[in-house]
């Protein structure tokens, strides 16, 4: 079942998940706490997302670079002059929206890629005024989303905070191909901070000014198009909007499989393949496919050096939004990057013996906070039945996976005695306070799978409740490492 935006950002802050920054001082917009139980779900699914793409991979490994770095990369990149979103402000009270955001949310039209003349006619046409204060807007304009700051004392020098991982990789191209040995077709991973002065932050985790991002470039010679990984994920099913279908005003979804979506040339076989692991990657932590759109990029969105993109949309309350943008980037960064540095990033390849620069054939980039929500989307259910919320969220995100429970204070030592035992393998609480009816309904909540009793039998064994089937079965003491494990592997 499904919430407002609003209220799963309240359930969030009554569980200990998620908090307005500074929530005393009334908060700040577009910056968030995570609390307790949110930071778990929120490290589970970063190790997760790490474990898929690089741990278990021979191609792709992964680097943790500065939020701050030398101000020339973003001059290379083209951040500074052009990573900007158009900007409407209020004639009289000065009030700023996000341009295309606002208009598509007054006209139901698709703004992705306006331009300036297009949005200013919109907002003529359809007389759009500001939602608060009623005046007139001025001209749209552009406004820089970058964050600046200045390094050491009075008077030090500009730099920036991040609006982007994926630039870190590039910057150091050279260093990673050397020292890790990697040859096309290769990729480099990063999960960080990235922060961005959003005009508009809304819908809490969607949209932030402070946000992370898992990220990862792939390179390949460009004379070798075929991806060695596609077949494995050929008949993952894609909902998809193509272009041509938004082009003519449409929200027709074309049904089918990665391999029919390449064999009509729609898409190529890297960006088949990494969207379908995307999607595979959110199925085997719970996220049902149903819930996913794979929209491409029309003409007039896609940058000038991107010959395709596209964005892994899941459906929220308030509509299908990006999660994941995978774009096709060409030679364009580290030709930048070469160009802006004056150094070579070019490689040698032994086979041909000829030298080229390597083309970055697919960008995934996923929003942590984003799929945070999708995961509790998905996990959260009002159970009336039940009379409380459950939150089915995968055993290996839930913020803690077991609970033990004394039947009565007088079996608290013995508990407490399970209860350290567990903790070396697995995130235990322990809940002695209330009804065990009252303590299952808060381990619902916060979606722990397994809780555990202890009672007064002398069978050397002890009732376990499954959180989604509300099952109990009699488990032996010894056998409870290996029996949870199992369950949690499935
Ligand atoms: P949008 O069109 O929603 O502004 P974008 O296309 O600018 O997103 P990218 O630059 O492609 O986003 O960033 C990659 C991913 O980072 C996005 O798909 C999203 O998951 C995440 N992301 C981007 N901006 C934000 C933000 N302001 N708050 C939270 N996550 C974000």
């Known amino acids: 079942m499904t919430i407002p935006i609003d209220d799963m950002a309240a359930f969030c802050k009554k569980k200990g998940l998620v908090y307005n920054t500074a929530d005393m001082y009334g908060g700040l917009a577009g910056f968030f706490d995570y609390g307790p139980f949110g930071v778990e779900i929120k490290n589970k699914l970063k190790a997760a997302w790490w474990s898929y793409w690089v741990q278990s991979r021979e191609d792709i490994v992964g680097i943790d670079g500065a939020i701050i770095t030398n101000p020339s990369v973003w001059k290379a990149s083209g951040h500074t002059e052009n990573f900007c979103d158009q900007m409407l402000v209020c004639s009289k009270c000065a009030a700023k929206q996000r341009a295309d955001a606002f208009i598509e949310e007054q006209t139901g039209k698709n703004l992705e890629g306006a331009s300036a003349e297009e949005l200013n006619s919109l907002v003529a046409e359809n007389k759009l005024v500001c939602p608060a204060c009623k005046s007139s807007f001025k001209e749209v304009k552009d406004f820089n989303l970058m964050f600046s700051t200045s390094i050491g004392a009075a008077g030090g020098d500009d730099a920036y905070l991040r609006p982007e991982t994926a630039q870190l990789i590039f910057a150091n191209f050279k260093l990673i191909q050397e020292h890790a040995r990697l040859k096309p077709p290769f990729g480099v991973a990063q999960i960080g901070k990235a922060f961005r002065n959003e005009i508009s932050p809304r819908n809490f985790l969607f949209r932030c000014r402070e946000f992370e991002q898992m990220e990862i470039e792939y390179f390949i010679n460009p004379t070798i198009q075929t991806c060695p990984y596609y077949a494995e994920l050929e008949n993952t099913h894609f909902y998809l909007l193509d272009a041509a279908a938004q082009e ?83 030679t364009y960064d580290l030709g930048r990057h070469q160009e802006h540095a004056k150094k070579d990033l070019m490689i040698y390849d032994d086979d041909t013996k000829e030298k080229y620069l390597p083309v970055v054939i697919a960008e995934p980039s996923l929003g942590v906070d984003r799929s945070f929500l999708v995961f509790l989307y998905e996990a959260y259910d009002d159970d009336k039945e039940r009379g409380n919320i459950v939150l089915h969220l995968h055993p290996r995100l839930a913020p803690i996976t077991v609970s033990v429970f004394p039947l009565t204070n007088k079996l608290a030592g013995k508990a407490r005695e399970l209860y350290k035992a567990l903790k070396h393998s697995f995130a235990v609480s322990y809940d002695a306070s209330g009804s065990v009816g009252r303590r299952y309904a808060r381990a619902d909540e916060l979606g722990t799978p397994f809780c555990i009793t202890v009672d007064f039998e002398e069978d050397g064994c002890v009732t376990v409740r499954d959180r989604d089937t509300t099952k109990q079965e009699r488990v032996k003491i010894e056998a409870l490492t290996s029996y949870l494990r199992k369950k949690i592997e499935g």
Not at 284 to 307: C, D, T, W
């Open 248 to 330: 003519e005003g449409t929200e027709n979804i074309l049904e089918l499989t990665a391999k029919e979506a390449v064999e009509k040339k729609i898409m190529h076989e890297w960006h088949a393949y990494f969207l379908a692991a995307n999607i595979s990657w959110f199925a085997s932590l719970g996220v049902r496919p149903e819930n996913f759109r794979i929209r491409e990029h029309m003409k007039q969105e896609l940058a000038h050096y991107s010959s395709a993109c596209f964005d892994l949309e899941y459906k929220f309350p308030f509509g299908y939004k990006e999660l994941l943008g995978v774009a096709d980037r060409g």
